[in-house]
Every structure is written in C-alpha cells, then in structure tokens.
C-alpha cells in the first residue's frame, strides 16, 4: 500500500508562484508515473503533469505547459509541482497521483490507482 499527501497549496495573486509537494510513504516501489490533476468546481478532474519513475521524461497539459515543472526526487520519495505565472484559471483542488502501472507516462486518471487527499489552489485576480 501507497499512501499519498500533498502539501503547498494557498491563496496567491496573479502572475505568482507556488510548489506543491507530495510525500509517498508506504511501498513506493511499486508506484512509476506520477502524476498532478486538478479539479475545479463544477469541473471534471484535469490532467496536469505527470513524470517518468526515474524522472527524465515528462508530459504537460497544453495549459500549463512553459509556466509548470513537476519533479520527483526518488530518494525522498517526493514529486514537486513548481507553478509560475499563476492564473486564476489554475485555481482548483489539486491531487497528487500514482501509478503501479509500468509504463514511461500517463495522462488518464484511470490509469492511477493511488490518489492523495488534494490540495487547494487559490490565485486572486
């Protein structure tokens, strides 16, 4: 078992930065591509980024490309989500996600079977 917690969410105005961490504990051996979502109020969850196990080779949504990083560093089994430039379209719950399916990357959230709690997200205009 996996579990996941994010962290680093918050109240930010436009054109501002965050990072949002998320701490795997538990058999992280099994998780490969990690992944962030989003989900908006009365929106379905989102694909945000997701990254390789070893972390060289990464995927971002067309919306956030250029201005989002994820990471990971497999030594602190944690991923990052650097977020510069912050549009109050970004505000949403953000969720932390793993996948035990072997595999390079992962854009369905289907295909992950462990999920964090989430963490808000808020950028003021």
């Known amino acids: 078992q996996v579990q996941l917690v994010e962290s680093g969410g918050g109240l930010v105005q436009a054109g501002g930065s965050l990072r949002l961490s998320c701490a795997a504990s538990g058999r992280t051996s099994s998780m490969y591509v990690m992944g962030w979502f989003r989900q908006a109020p009365g929106k379905e969850r989102e694909f945000v980024a997701c990254?390789?196990?070893?972390?060289?080779?990464?995927y971002y949504a067309d919306s956030v490309k250029g201005r989002f990083t994820i990471s990971r560093d497999n030594a602190k089994n944690t991923v990052y989500l650097q977020m510069n430039s912050l549009k109050p379209e970004d505000t949403a719950l953000y969720y932390c996600a793993g996948s035990s399916i072997v595999a390079v990357l992962l854009v369905s959230a289907s295909r992950y079977d462990t999920w964090g709690q989430g963490t808000q997200v808020t950028v003021s205009s």
């Open positions: 990254i390789s196990r070893n972390g060289g080779t990464t």
